[in-house]
């Protein structure tokens, strides 16, 4: 593999490459955008040694000369990657990380003269391979100790039954579920809030289809990193539509290890065609319902004020026919809305009721994952996320 930068780009020099959280952001403001990508020509390269931004003042200097918060990245440090550990630093304007693996083609998206983005594939594989801390911050652990004691009391375990392993454990385990949220949102159809609009819109091709995902990380060789980032685009979903069902799907299908009911997992925005010998008790030929258990011809809708207005009547009537539809078609449909799943006993009911339907058995959870689940859900559901 060569360490340089190739010919079409190589007047640039020195090149800032947005990498991790940043990148992420960044993708989303660069969608629909005409942009070209980097590298095109050799299969594989290393990140070039004397190509790319490696201090601060630097990229400082390059900040001054480009519109960052055109792409949300003027409200915090922002990632970069460099290719010796000598140049990792963190500063009020970069944050500087190690990568010194191969650089896959198509990797980076050329958002401007001298400063590419990772893409949605590659930011992925970065998130996968990002340390894992062992302890964590003073600042950090006292925050969390204090989550922790406060779950406990809420399910009636002793609130100093737990150790500083145990947070760090629940830490690596949110950063992979955080991993497999990003997946579905890069390979879903709605835009999440990331500055600097912050607000959450609809109606948008994928960034990256999972296969997309699991194509580019697929040649390469198994590591830890690439085990985790392989593990999170399985555990994330294709075509969700709007945060809610990302959120829902994954609290409901998780691993109980991981917070989740460990329910079977569903498909989001599927489509069910309407069979010739039904047609006359259907309003549509083909309908695509939120959550959708094939097998057991099994839905589930979730009524959202953000996604389905109260006030549309008109669209409230095609919802309503479109239930009928596929009641009156051998199907059951659970109407869900926000209230049923930010409340954890209600939720904890709506899991009971699709067990039931899918003839599935619960795992009772541990102490231990149940205060993991009440996290999650927290995290994930709870009043103040963005599902709200």
């Known amino acids: 593999m060569i360490q340089t930068l190739t010919d079409d780009i190589a007047a640039w020099k020195p090149v800032a490459f947005?990498?991790?959280?940043?990148?992420?952001?960044?993708?989303?403001?660069?969608?629909?955008?005409?942009?070209?990508?980097?590298?095109?020509g050799r299969s594989r390269l290393l990140l070039p040694d004397g190509g790319c931004i490696?201090?601060?003042?630097?990229?400082?200097?390059?900040?001054?000369?480009?519109d960052l918060h055109a792409l949300g990245l003027d409200t915090a440090p922002v990632d970069l990657l460099v290719p010796t550990a000598s140049a990792r630093s963190r500063g009020k304007r970069a944050i500087l990380h190690v990568w010194q693996d191969a650089i896959l083609r198509k990797s980076f998206l050329i958002a401007e003269?001298?400063?590419?983005?990772?893409?949605?594939?590659?930011?992925v594989l970065q998130m996968?391979?990002?340390?894992?801390?062992?302890?964590?911050?003073q600042e950090r652990a006292s925050t969390e100790m204090e989550a922790e004691r406060v779950v406990r009391a809420s399910v009636g375990l002793p609130e100093q039954d737990f150790s500083a392993t145990d947070l760090v454990a629940w830490d690596n385990s949110w950063r992979l579920v955080r991993l497999a949220r990003t997946v579905t949102e890069f390979a879903g159809t709605y835009r999440p809030a990331v500055p600097p609009c912050n607000q959450v819109t609809f109606g948008y091709p994928p960034l990256a289809t999972r296969?997309?995902?699991r194509a580019f990380i697929g040649i390469l060789p198994a590591s830890a990193g690439v085990m985790r980032a392989r593990r999170a685009i399985e555990l994330g979903f294709d075509r969700a539509?709007?945060?809610?069902?990302t959120a829902l799907a994954l609290m409901l299908s998780l691993d109980v290890d991981l917070g989740g009911f460990g329910l079977p997992r569903p498909t989001l925005n599927h489509p069910i065609v309407v069979d010739p010998r039904w047609r006359d008790l259907a309003s549509q030929d083909c309908m695509e319902v939120d959550l959708a258990w094939d097998g057991v011809r099994l839905t589930m809708e979730y009524d959202g004020d953000d996604h389905h207005p109260v006030e549309d009547t008109e669209k409230a009537a095609d919802d309503n026919e479109?239930?009928?539809?596929?009641?009156?078609?051998?199907?059951?449909?659970?109407?869900?809305?926000?209230p049923q799943v930010a409340d954890y006993s209600r939720l904890t009911l709506l899991v009971r009721q699709i067990?039931?339907?899918?003839?599935?058995?619960?795992?009772?959870?541990?102490?231990?994952?149940?205060?993991?689940?009440?996290?999650?859900?927290?995290?994930l559901l709870g009043r103040g996320t963005t599902c709200g």
Request: aromatic content about 6%.
């Open 355 to 379: 067990a039931h339907i899918l003839d599935f058995e619960l795992v009772q959870p541990t102490d231990l994952q149940m205060v993991r689940r009440r996290r999650l859900h927290a995290a």
């Open 128 to 137: 996968g391979c990002a340390h894992r801390p062992t302890q964590l911050s």
């Open 241 to 245: 539509a709007y945060p809610m069902e």
């Open 211 to 213: 296969d997309e995902m």
């Open 322 to 338: 479109r239930q009928n539809s596929l009641v009156a078609m051998g199907h059951m449909v659970l109407r869900v809305r926000y």
């Open 18 to 40: 947005v990498s991790h959280e940043s990148a992420r952001i960044a993708c989303w403001n660069l969608a629909g955008r005409e942009v070209g990508r980097w590298p095109v």
């Open 113 to 123: 003269r001298r400063l590419l983005v990772s893409s949605p594939c590659f930011t």
């Open 54 to 66: 490696t201090r601060q003042r630097e990229f400082a200097k390059l900040a001054a000369t480009i």
